[in-house]
């Protein structure tokens, strides 16, 4: 399958209360629906997603770099309860929030927000620290340190490059997924989306990881809106029941299982993602 990729239509940061700079970038009519993406790990605002569809269904995609990633200045000790308020400070109004990969517990931290109407988590790294028992026992024992030594944890990760994490991504992905990943036009915005993330070094992505990988410090049993879940039938490195037990413990959450897809879901079935989200 195809997959178009277009640069943003609009680049530019927020100034936030603190000082900090938020960068983003939009897609879509400025006057459009608000529909906020939390990228994926590693990252920047500059990969977005439903290149065509955004126009057809008005929709103003805005793509976050999350603090220390791209554009966006550091915010040392920054927890997943304090994404909110940065994304509270652009003024949206209401809004829909998406979240891809390791932007999954951002999105959801921001399903709390007064304004936001509904979330879709795609192809979202699950909350691992409380299902111990579903891992692979590498992955446990890494989920283990990062709950015994965040700190430790978080100066491991900061090994990570735009390299090494592509090469741990693209080659371990089901054929469904090099086949969006490698086409070149894909390929070429993804490889600069991780380089723009890692522009600062990769103390952004360190902690993203550490924040993504710890216990989410918010009740999922008490998110006020509606979530819907997407899971490629073919992937099997975000969650490890593919959103099963996720979709359990949130009131009312509707779960996606695309057959045949893997985890570029967020690519290959934008329209769905996007008109679920606006129903």
């Known amino acids: 399958m195809h997959v178009t990729i277009t640069p943003p239509a609009r680049l530019g940061h927020t100034r936030l209360p603190d000082g900090r700079r938020l960068g983003w970038a939009e897609w879509g009519p400025a006057t459009g629906t608000p529909v906020v993406l939390c990228t994926g790990a590693g990252t920047s605002r500059w990969l977005g997603f439903g290149a065509g569809v955004v126009d057809d269904l008005g929709v103003r995609l ?49 399903a709390f927000l007064p304004g936001v109407r509904r979330v879709a988590v795609v192809s979202g790294a699950d909350e691992v620290a409380t299902m111990a028992d579903l891992l692979p026992d590498h992955f446990r024992d890494l989920v283990k340190t990062v709950a015994a030594d965040p700190a430790g944890a978080q100066e491991f990760f900061t090994s990570f490059t735009p390299d090494k994490l592509w090469d741990m991504i693209v080659p371990n992905s089901p054929a469904a997924d090099r086949a969006v990943y490698e086409q070149p036009e894909f390929a070429s915005a993804y490889r600069r989306a991780m380089d723009e993330a890692f522009a600062q070094g990769p103390g952004g992505y360190a902690r993203d990881t550490v924040l993504a990988m710890g216990r989410w410090p918010y009740a999922l049993g008490e998110v006020p809106v509606p979530v819907d879940l997407w899971y490629g039938e073919l992937d099997t490195s975000h969650s490890p029941d593919q ?3 996720l979709a359990r413990r949130i009131p009312g959450a509707r779960r996606h299982l695309v057959p045949g897809a893997g985890g570029s879901v967020l690519w290959t079935h934008a329209e769905p993602i996007l008109r679920a989200l606006l129903a």
């Open 243 to 245: 959103g099963a037990t």
């Open 62 to 110: 805005i793509a976050l770099d999350r603090p220390g990633l791209g554009a966006s200045d550091p915010d040392p000790g920054r927890t997943l309860d304090s994404w909110p308020a940065d994304v509270a400070a652009l003024g949206l109004g209401e809004i829909r929030v998406v979240g891809n990969s390791q932007g999954a517990p951002f999105a959801l931290a921001c």
